[in-house]
């Protein structure tokens, strides 16, 4: 095995490295979001609604009580996969569609009703991160060796 052999051995197992941890942290998420439209609904009322800053921009916190089989519970998912990151502007708006004692129809997963959603789905931006995380790391893994041969 040549030094360059050993340098794209290594480098393949990086990226593919890479893509299976991807795969591992975003499966169980990825399901239930996958999951989540067929879900049993319940009337939640809004118990807090804003912004919180995260790094550079913006996130929505919304927080809700709805009950299932006659037991409380609170939520504060918002979207499956996570809240998208906004504008200042963006999330004042998001945050606005959830007023404070309003109410909101939540999705919640039968097995485990702790776990409900506002917005069910895998959204566009969801699928366009598996895409490209994927892409790079495949692309990665075994296009770099062209690279090399090349230098």
């Known amino acids: 095995m040549t ?31 996958l999951r989540s439209p067929s879900w049993p609904t319940t009337v939640a009322v809004i118990r807090s609604s804003g912004v ?17 089989n006659g037991i409380d519970y609170e939520g504060d998912k918002l979207a499956s996969l996570g809240v998208a990151r906004f504008t200042l502007l963006g999330a004042m708006a998001v945050a ?20 409900s959603v506002i917005i069910p ?16 790391c495949w692309t990665g893994a075994f296009m770099l060796e062209l690279l090399l041969l090349l230098v």
């Open 52 to 68: 919180e800053a995260v790094g550079r921009v913006e996130g929505v916190k919304v927080v809700y009580a709805y009950s299932f």
């Open 96 to 115: 606005k569609r959830y007023p404070v004692g309003g109410t909101v129809r939540v999705h919640l997963d039968p097995r485990d009703p702790r776990n």
């Open 121 to 136: 789905g895998v959204g566009w931006r969801g699928y366009v991160l598996v895409v490209v995380v994927t892409a790079f």
């Open 3 to 33: 030094s360059l052999d050993a340098t794209v051995l290594v480098l393949r197992i990086v990226f593919l490295g890479m893509w299976g941890l991807f795969v591992a942290a975003l499966y169980r998420p990825f399901r239930q979001a």
